[in-house]
Structure formats: structure tokens, C-alpha cells
């Protein structure tokens, strides 16, 4: 079946351009123009993905992805004009799980996509990784920190989880943008910067010790100090 996406955006020419687009790559695509339509869309026939335009009339993207987080929803991708720290830590607050800054190319946007749908690949059975007081099972796609369960976005998900497996292993930003993105690493891109300390906050939110330390001018590592 061709995975189904859903995309919100006003910009009549820029979703023209993205629904032909995607329909020749092969995706099923739905398309909405403003935030109330693209909610309800989304609710009455759940697509695999969303690609969510930030600034939307009747309804921001932000409130879109976060009434969609309520209730469960697939993975988020959100656009956005704004390329500044705190405007990307906003989106990934409400629970979108990666953010592309227009103008962007439409290779990339693919490329996002396509790391965004394998999200849900099936992990072995019983499998749980451990580490300090964190623990994470890919089947049940939980998480925990001294026994607190973790909200974690899917690609917060998909980021402990890579740092899980690779504990006390320097990964630098090229080798996790690859492994979980899913694509090249792009110079000018701190996408994972972004995630890493939203992670962070939701890992150290009682106060508890940092686990996933910086490595200056390489990358991160997972563990205790």
C-alpha cells in the first residue's frame, strides 16, 4: 500500500507543489489549507505522516500537532519559517517529531519522510535496553528514567535508543544524523542539537544527573560523569 501522508499549508502554490510532488514519488497524498481542516483530516482518516506548516489561519500548526499529541497521532514533520533555537524547541515541545526551515529542497523533505515512516520498525520481542536508571523497550515503545516514564516524541524515541545501544561510545553528529535521520549529514544543519536538549530536559526534569554529555567539536556520549 502507498504509505499516506497529509499536508497542512497554506501556501496554495507551495501545497500544489508538495501534493504533486509526493504523488509522483508514490505517496497517497491529502491536503489541507488551513489548521481546522488539516485537524480534522487527520483525525477522521489517519494518515502514516504529517507534513504541518507552522503558521496556518483558523488554527497554528503548533495547536494542530498539539491536539494531535492528545490522542495519539503519527509522525510530525513540521515547517517553518523561523530558524532560530528557541522557535525549533517550541515545535518539538508540542510534540512534533522532526522540523524542516523553509525554503528547504524537496530531496531532503523526502528523505525526512522516508527516516520518519521507518520509525516503526519492529524491534525483537522482550528486547529492553538499559543504561544507569534508563531503561527502553523498542516493542512497547517505552521509556524510563529511575522508574518515571519518559513522553518521548519518536524522534526523541529513536535518538535514546541509538544513544542505548552505543553507551559510552563518542557518536558524532554525522554518524547520528545518518543512523537515525536517516540521511547525510548536512553541515549547516543543528537538528540535533535541537533534539538533543529537548531530550535532555525530559530526561533531567527531576533533577537528575545529565547522561547524554556534549564532546566538543564531535558530538555526544552517553554516559555518567
Given at each position: 500500500?502507498?504509505?499516506?501522508v ?11 507543489a508538495l501534493a ?5 514519488e ?5 491536503a ?5 481542516s488539516?485537524l480534522a ?6 494518515p ?6 507552522v503558521?496556518?489561519p483558523g488554527?497554528s500548526?503548533l495547536e494542530?500537532?498539539d491536539?494531535l ?11 517553518t519559517?523561523?530558524?532560530s ?10 510534540g512534533?517529531?522532526?522540523y ?9 523533505l523526502?528523505?525526512r ?12 520481542d ?19 528514567r ?12 529513536d535518538?535514546?535508543e541509538f544513544?542505548l ?10 554518524r547520528?544524523?545518518?543512523q ?10 543543528n537538528v ?5 536538549r529537548a531530550?535532555?530536559?525530559?530526561l533531567?526534569?527531576?533533577g537528575?544527573p545529565?547522561l547524554?554529555?556534549?564532546?566538543r ?9
Amino acid at each position: 500500500m502507498k504509505p499516506r501522508v497529509l499536508v497542512v499549508e497554506d501556501d496554495a502554490k507551495v501545497l500544489s507543489a508538495l501534493a504533486r510532488g509526493l504523488t509522483l514519488e508514490g505517496y497517497d497524498v491529502e491536503a489541507a489549507e488551513d489548521g481546522p481542516s488539516g485537524l480534522a483530516l487527520a483525525q477522521t482518516r489517519p494518515p502514516d505522516v504529517v507534513v504541518l506548516d507552522v503558521m496556518l489561519p483558523g488554527m497554528s500548526g503548533l495547536e494542530v500537532c498539539d491536539r494531535l499529541r492528545r490522542t495519539g497521532s503519527p509522525p510530525i514533520l513540521l515547517l517553518t519559517a523561523r530558524d532560530s533555537i528557541a522557535d525549533r524547541v517550541a515545535g518539538l515541545d508540542r510534540g512534533a517529531d522532526d522540523y524542516l526551515v523553509k525554503p528547504f529542497a524537496f530531496d531532503e523533505l523526502l528523505a525526512r519522510l522516508r527516516a520518519l515512516l521507518r520509525r516503526g520498525r519492529p524491534a525483537p520481542d522482550g528486547e529492553q535496553l538499559r543504561y544507569s536508571d534508563l531503561s527502553l523497550s523498542p516493542p512497547t515503545h517505552e521509556a524510563w528514567r529511575a522508574g518515571r516514564p519518559l513522553t518521548l516524541t519518536a524522534r526523541e524515541f529513536d535518538l535514546l535508543e541509538f544513544f542505548l545501544r552505543h553507551p559510552r561510545q563518542v557518536l558524532s553528529r554525522g554518524r547520528i544524523l545518518e543512523q537515525v535521520w536517516g540521511y547525510d549529514y548536512l553541515g549547516g544543519s543543528n537538528v540535533i542539537d535541537v533534539h538533543v536538549r529537548a531530550l535532555r530536559d525530559k530526561l533531567e526534569e527531576d533533577g537528575q544527573p545529565r547522561l547524554i554529555q556534549t564532546v566538543r567539536g564531535v558530538g555526544y556520549v552517553l554516559r555518567e560523569t
